[in-house]
């Protein structure tokens, strides 16, 4: 039995859904499983762990669509699983695996709360296709769990939450003296969908307090974040201190 990870894409620099991808992969290596890490786009030179590349050089389109179902035929056998991570991965799986009538048991994470197909006619049409394939949705939180099931009350009975954690390891707890100023931190790519100007709007609220704000992520956000800062008068309280590899150090 193998167990293959298939995603939209890995890079140097790992997001949320690409570190767990990566970590799930290398913890069933370290005991002895066989697994295999797949990306419809990505550089494994560039890595510094091993994956498999479809090759492509976008995840969207009949192409992407294709090589997963060439992927899937010719390399997975009925006693594996199939675990996709994002869309449209998770909607080429769910479609090829079917279409091939495999027995594969076929799994996948859901890792936000939010997407632009929720709301929408259409949306609604292409997210039955995309989970009417999945044995078992695993959601990363609650929340996630709580949206998903809103948005499609039928897939209820196969949601099962996995906390999306951050292993942590401390001697003792830190002692913060009386004067010491309030960290507050948020790790993510700087995108719209993390809502990062919401937060900055209301810490700038909050005058009477000493704080200073890290964020722990890179994206095409940055630039109007920053300028949002000085907007809101907060440019000496937040710190973007780019990618960060290790969030646990970090933390």
């Given at each position: 039995?193998?167990?293959?990870?298939?995603?939209?894409?890995?890079?140097?620099?790992?997001?949320?859904?690409?570190?767990?991808?990566?970590?799930?992969?290398?913890?069933?290596?370290?005991?002895?499983?066989?697994?295999?890490?797949?990306?419809?786009?990505?550089?494994?030179?560039?890595?510094?762990?091993?994956?498999?590349?479809?090759?492509?050089?976008?995840?969207?389109?009949?192409?992407?669509?294709?090589?997963?179902?060439?992927?899937?035929?010719?390399?997975?056998?009925?006693?594996?699983?199939?675990?996709?991570?994002?869309?449209?991965?998770?909607?080429?799986?769910?479609?090829?695996?079917?279409?091939?009538?495999?027995?594969?048991?076929?799994?996948?994470?859901?890792?936000?709360?939010?997407?632009?197909?929720?709301?929408?006619?259409?949306?609604?049409?292409?997210?039955?296709?995309?989970?009417?394939?999945?044995?078992?949705?695993?959601?990363?939180?609650?929340?996630?769990?709580?949206?998903?099931?809103?948005?499609m009350p039928g897939v209820r009975d196969r949601l099962a939450v996995v906390e999306n954690g951050v292993e942590l390891s401390f001697d003792s707890f830190v002692?913060?003296?009386?004067?010491?100023?309030?960290?507050?931190?948020?790790?993510?790519?700087?995108?719209?969908?993390?809502?990062?100007?919401?937060?900055?709007?209301?810490?700038?609220?909050?005058?009477?307090?000493?704080?200073?704000?890290?964020?722990?992520?890179?994206?095409?956000?940055?630039?109007?974040?920053?300028?949002?800062?000085?907007?809101?008068?907060?440019?000496?309280?937040?710190?973007?201190?780019?990618?960060?590899?290790?969030?646990?150090?970090?933390?």
């Open positions: 039995m193998a167990v293959h990870h298939i995603i939209n894409g890995l890079s140097p620099k790992l997001c949320g859904a690409e570190k767990i991808a990566v970590k799930l992969h290398s913890g069933l290596l370290d005991r002895g499983m066989d697994s295999r890490l797949v990306a419809l786009v990505g550089y494994p030179a560039e890595c510094r762990f091993d994956f498999e590349t479809l090759g492509l050089g976008k995840s969207y389109g009949l192409h992407a669509f294709a090589k997963v179902y060439s992927y899937i035929r010719h390399n997975c056998s009925d006693a594996d699983i199939i675990h996709a991570h994002l869309f449209p991965t998770m909607l080429y799986v769910s479609l090829a695996t079917r279409l091939q009538n495999r027995k594969v048991t076929v799994v996948c994470t859901e890792h936000s709360t939010n997407n632009r197909r929720r709301g929408t006619l259409l949306g609604k049409v292409v997210d039955r296709q995309v989970y009417a394939g999945y044995k078992k949705i695993f959601c990363i939180s609650n929340g996630v769990a709580d949206a998903l099931s809103d948005w002692q913060r003296g009386k004067h010491r100023k309030i960290i507050i931190a948020s790790v993510g790519r700087l995108h719209r969908i993390k809502n990062y100007a919401t937060a900055l709007k209301a810490l700038s609220l909050l005058n009477d307090i000493d704080y200073e704000y890290r964020i722990a992520g890179c994206g095409p956000l940055e630039k109007s974040l920053k300028e949002l800062c000085r907007e809101l008068g907060l440019a000496d309280k937040v710190r973007f201190t780019g990618y960060v590899d290790d969030v646990a150090e970090f933390l």
